[in-house]
Every structure is written in C-alpha cells, then in structure tokens.
C-alpha cells in the first residue's frame, strides 16, 4: 500500500526559507524517481523539482536556483528545502513518484506572504 505523509509546511515572509519533508513507503521509494508537486488555488498541479534514484535533479524553471530536492533512502524521505521564497510559491506541496502514482498524501501548505 502507498503512504506519502508530508509535513513542514507553514506561513513565512518573502525572501524566507521553509523545509518539507515527506515519508514514503518503501515500495514507492525504491522503486521510483520521486518529486514535489503543488498546487496553487485555482490552478492546475505542477511538477517542481524530481529525483531519480541514483540522486539526479531537476527542477522546475521557476524554482531552479532556490530550491534543492534531496533523498535519504536509510529514511525513504524525500526533502525540499526552500530558499528565497515568493509570494507565488503559495500552494499546497505534494510528494509523489515519477510517473505519479494514484494514491496522493495531504499535502504541505505553504504560504509566503509579508
């Protein structure tokens, strides 16, 4: 059975720094490329940042250059860290695989606002 539990969100001014973390279950974990999604009111879900299994990244243009996805498979833990935040980095955060699996967590909220 899929788990994907996020946590670390929260409210933080522009220019702020925030730190997700999501715990996945061990199928998906190892067998996937894992990556953050999000999803601002009103618009559509998108992909912004992946890592394969051997520990490659990438990320969304939008984001390249503050944010930094990582993995710890001792822990099957996905990380974002999030520099330099914006107002538009608002959104509810999801981790996932790469294809996305159907089975979704609750999300992280993030909210960057003065």
């Known amino acids: 059975q899929v788990q994907l539990v996020e946590s670390g969100g929260g409210l933080v001014q522009p220019g702020g720094s925030l730190r997700l973390s999501c715990a996945a279950s061990g199928s998906i974990f190892s067998g996937y490329a894992m990556a953050w999604y999000r999803q601002a009111p009103g618009k559509q879900r998108e992909l912004v940042a992946f890592?394969?299994?051997?520990?490659?990244?990438n990320y969304a243009d939008s984001v390249k250059g503050r944010f930094t996805i990582s993995r710890d498979h001792a822990k099957n833990t996905v990380y974002l860290q999030m520099n330099s935040l914006k107002p538009e980095d608002t959104a509810v955060y999801y981790c996932?695989?790469?294809?996305?699996?159907?089975?979704w967590g609750q999300g992280a909220q993030v909210t960057v606002s003065s």
């Open positions: 890592i394969t299994k051997g520990g490659t990244a």
């Open positions: 996932n695989a790469v294809p996305s699996q159907s089975t």
